[in-house]
């Protein structure tokens, strides 16, 4: 079974990242990605390189992934939680 701490992992093979965490259960997970890459990027670009990072494992492995992508800048500008 797929991990949450796998999915970071796979995601920051493919993917420069500031910042990344991933909660779930194995089926359902939720990940917060920091990245530069999504500068100047709308929301549907921004995922599909976290997709691409995941490449097949996103049909095989990965049944659903909720993300919330963000620029440094972005995550920077967050209320602490």
Known sequence: MVTPKNIEQYI???L?????AVDG???????VI????????RLIARHQLVYLALGDRMRQEI????????TPA???GQPAA
């Open 12 to 14: 920051s093979q493919g």
């Open 16 to 20: 420069a990242c500031e910042h990344i």
């Open 25 to 31: 259960d194995g089926h359902h997970f939720e990940a």
């Open 34 to 41: 920091v990245s530069a890459a999504f500068e100047g990027k």
């Open 63 to 70: 049944h659903a992934l909720s993300m919330k992508t963000l």
């Open 74 to 76: 972005e995550w920077a």
